[in-house]
């Protein structure tokens, strides 16, 4: 949910800079700070998935192995 509310405000900077309500010197300095907080979110939300992935038990059954969704 936060990385489609960083978008969304990627978006709307975007809006304000094609309607000329910030001027390129302002897009530019705010629109670099909004694709750093993008990209951070982004890898936290990565990191976080993988941690939980690779801690889930498996079920050995039959030689196979199953891993538990618990979802």
Do not use: C, G, H
Not at 1 to 23: C, F, G, I
Request: net charge positive; proline share 1%.
């Amino acid at each position: 949910m936060l990385n489609k509310e960083a978008n969304e405000s990627v978006y709307w900077l975007e809006l304000l800079k094609a309607t000329d309500y910030l001027n390129k010197n302002e897009f530019e300095n705010i629109n670099n700070d909004a694709i750093s907080i993008l990209k951070l979110i982004t890898s936290i939300i990565k990191t976080t998935k993988s941690q939980i992935i690779s801690k889930q038990p498996i079920l050995k059954t039959n030689n196979l192995q199953f891993i538990i969704n618990r979802r």
